[in-house]
């Protein structure tokens, strides 16, 4: 057996002493290691999350509206009843005009003193027709409220404003149809109101 000698590989090192590993830079003695995030590259600073913020957001951080806001829940109800009420209104005005159009029906409401001013068969069928075809619409508008669409919100305006018109012809029995269309084509034009129809749709 042969001494070890200070070139032999097998035996103890120099002094006695076995070098001490590698620090990492920055560490001191006895600290762990700073864990790395899972994807992060070396050197990189963290990003984490925004809290609130989803992902597949819109640039800018506008997000799309999850649901219909109350104002315009409110309108498509308005729309709804309205178009019921305007439907019951458009068929007694259109068959109060057909009835008139009868020589026998007419005689009959001569002796009785006659229609009012103003008030003839052709003038209550083209009334009639008029709160059908509103009527008709209102509900249809009221009924894409869901899927939206800039179109949805522009028909809406429009209908809202014919009941406006209407109204004023027909007042003061008109003065709840110039409430409600006043109602609908503001809640339509407010700012939640565009948020809702002009978000894009999958």
């Known amino acids: 057996m042969s001494d070890a000698g200070p070139n032999n590989p097998y035996g103890p090192p120099q002094g006695?002493?076995?070098?001490?590993?590698?620090q990492q830079p920055g560490q001191g003695f006895g600290q762990a290691p700073y864990p790395q995030q899972p994807g992060q590259g070396y050197g990189q600073a963290p990003y984490p999350q925004q809290p609130?913020?989803?992902?597949?957001?819109?640039?800018?951080?506008?997000?799309m509206p999850a649901q219909m806001s109350g104002t315009l829940k409110t309108a498509r109800v308005l729309l709804f009843v309205f178009g019921g009420l305007g439907l019951i209104g458009g068929l007694f005005m259109a068959?109060?005009?057909?009835?008139?159009?009868?020589?026998?029906?007419?005689?009959?409401?001569e002796e009785q003193g006659g229609m009012p001013e103003g008030v003839s068969a052709g003038l209550l069928l083209g009334l009639g027709a008029f709160a059908l075809i509103l009527s008709i619409a209102e509900i249809v508008v009221g009924?894409?409220?869901g899927k939206g669409g800039s179109g949805t919100r522009i028909a809406a305006i429009v209908v809202g404003a014919l009941m406006i018109v209407s109204g004023i012809y027909f007042f003061p029995?008109?003065?709840?149809?110039?409430i409600a269309g006043g109602l609908v084509v503001a809640f339509t034009a407010m700012k939640d109101g565009a948020a809702w129809f002009n978000h894009p749709r999958s």
């Open 95 to 109: 068959g109060s005009g057909a009835l008139l159009g009868n020589s026998d029906v007419r005689d009959a409401i």
């Open 52 to 63: 609130g913020q989803p992902y597949g957001g819109y640039p800018g951080g506008n997000q």
């Open 143 to 145: 009924a894409k409220f």
């Open 173 to 178: 029995p008109g003065l709840l149809w110039v």
């Open 16 to 22: 006695g002493q076995y070098p001490s590993p590698p």
